[in-house]
Every structure is written in structure tokens, then in C-alpha cells.
């Protein structure tokens, strides 16, 4: 038996309006803008991604240990090229380290590291 279960990932950032939209569209979720300090996603049969304002917040330098990244999101995808296409064009950044074949390295519009990865 669980002893919790977990609702919610909570992700800081500048501008949390800003990165539920880029992640509601990658994921095709419903997006809640609560205020300027807190938005969320959640996709259908998914979980929700919650995003906090944080002031003077710094991006993670992965793949370099200067400011971790602490955490990262693993998605799903068919079709690594088309994936990376779309992501790109809502707003992500390729990373120019891509250690795998089997998924790529992407930066969300706040810095964060996440993975296409080939389901």
C-alpha cells in the first residue's frame, strides 16, 4: 500500500504563464493560470506540472554541475524528428549535447532540461 501519492510536480521559474503555456501545448493540456505567481498544466491522463514564480531565478547548466539541474521531465513520443520540430517551434531550445540516441535534450523557454524520448 502507498504511503502518498503524488498529484503534482512543482516547477520553479520567471514566468509561470510563460511555461504553462509552452508545456500545455507540448503536451496538449489544459492550462489554469492562477496568478502571476502560479499556473498549471495537467494533460489528459496525466498528472499536473505546477509552475511557481521564483525571483531572480537561474537556469540549470546541464550538462555541467555549475547550477544543477536538479530535476527534469521524460516525455514520451512516436517520432523523435516531428517531436523535436514541434517542440522547437513552441518555444524549446535543442541542446547541443545530446549524450543518447534514443531521446534528445531540450531546454523549456526557463532553461529547464527535459527529454523527447521514443516510446
Not at 50 to 73: G, I, N, S
Not at 89 to 99: E, F, N, R, V
Amino acid at each position: 500500500m502507498a504511503i502518498a501519492r503524488l498529484p503534482l510536480v512543482a516547477i520553479d521559474c520567471p514566468d509561470p504563464e510563460t511555461l504553462a503555456a509552452f508545456y500545455g501545448a507540448l503536451l496538449d493540456g489544459k492550462v489554469d493560470v492562477v496568478s502571476a505567481e502560479r499556473a498549471s498544466v495537467c494533460p489528459e491522463g496525466g498528472q499536473y506540472i505546477v509552475f511557481h514564480r521564483v525571483a531572480d531565478y537561474t537556469p540549470p547548466t546541464w550538462p555541467t554541475q555549475e547550477r544543477p539541474k536538479q530535476m527534469h521531465l521524460d516525455m514520451l513520443v512516436d517520432d523523435l524528428d516531428t517531436a523535436e520540430a514541434a517542440a522547437i517551434s513552441l518555444g524549446a531550445t535543442k541542446h547541443p549535447d545530446q549524450p543518447g540516441t534514443s531521446y534528445r535534450v531540450f531546454l523549456d523557454p526557463a532553461g529547464h532540461p527535459f527529454c523527447l524520448c521514443l516510446g
